[in-house]
């Protein structure tokens, strides 16, 4: 008898337990329910921020991005503009000069969180601009996202606002091929379409080149992807030819600042 009033109290507890969990897959639906604590912030970057290992190295974490590609009516142009304070020029955007142009910039949009004093710091010289979704074009199967403010970091001389009146490499400021190499390989993160559309919609390159990458002139050793960087940058870039190694980079220079010879095609 004790047998029997056991397995039949089992039974029960068996189908008390199915009706249980019968009635919570009825009911529970996460249909349309988001992940919490979605980010609301966003940086687009157009220069060494395309490149992963280098927006992550500021970040302090891996960063994700998707490419995009940022309207003219945006009303800037990307260029050589910026002056870093360690004697080299790198990439900002500008207003058009006159009888320009503004221009489609492609980059990469990615999360940060309210605290952006990491990339602020970077971009030290840049002012944080708005851009308005509107303007913004996803390029890939990855769609923008549904919300949330998009910042860009444009150059600021005191006294003018931003992308007004910057300068160009020169002499003492020229562009950098590290720099060059660190921008590019994030755009081939991308696809080599991707990379040359960079360096078709960048102006103001200049024949003050400096090849500084690690034995420039064995370049393999350290960096395996040169031959495609260099590639792109021989069909696409101007001045590209006139790109110099150090030893042969303050001669050449020289030369050019008699002859005004520094600016070249576009």
């Known amino acids: 008898m004790m047998p029997a009033l056991a397995n039949f109290r089992l039974a029960i507890a068996v189908s008390l337990a199915f009706v249980a969990l019968a009635a919570h897959s009825q009911t529970t639906d996460f249909w349309g329910t988001r992940l919490p604590d979605q980010p609301t912030q966003f940086i687009f970057g157009y220069g060494s921020l395309i490149n992963t290992p280098s927006r992550n190295e500021t970040a302090g974490k891996p960063v994700a991005a998707i490419p995009v590609r940022v309207s003219a009516a945006f009303g800037y142009v990307r260029s050589w503009s910026d002056r870093s304070g360690s004697g080299f020029t790198a990439l900002g ?142 069909t696409t870039a101007p001045c590209f030819a006139q790109r110099a190694f150090s030893e042969d980079y303050a001669a050449r220079s020289a030369d050019k600042a008699r002859h005004k010879g520094g600016v070249c095609g576009r």
Request: aromatic share 12%; no cysteine.
């Open 93 to 234: 955007l500008r207003r058009p000069l006159e009888g320009e142009a503004p221009m489609t910039i492609n980059g990469v949009i990615y999360p940060v969180g309210n605290d952006m004093s990491a990339f602020d710091q970077r971009e030290k010289g840049y002012v944080r601009l708005e851009v308005p979704r509107a303007l913004i074009e996803a390029v890939s199967w990855q769609a923008l996202p549904s919300q949330g403010t998009v910042w860009v970091y444009v150059p600021k001389v005191e006294g003018e606002q931003p992308g007004e009146r910057l300068p160009v490499p020169d002499a003492k400021f020229p562009i950098v091929e590290s720099y060059v190499d660190v921008v590019i390989e994030g755009g081939l993160e991308y696809g080599a379409d991707f990379a040359r559309e960079i360096i078709e919609t960048t102006r103001d390159w200049s024949a003050y080149w400096l090849n500084d990458r690690t034995l420039a002139r064995r370049p393999w050793v350290f960096d395996k992807q040169f031959a495609k960087v260099d590639a792109l940058l021989a």
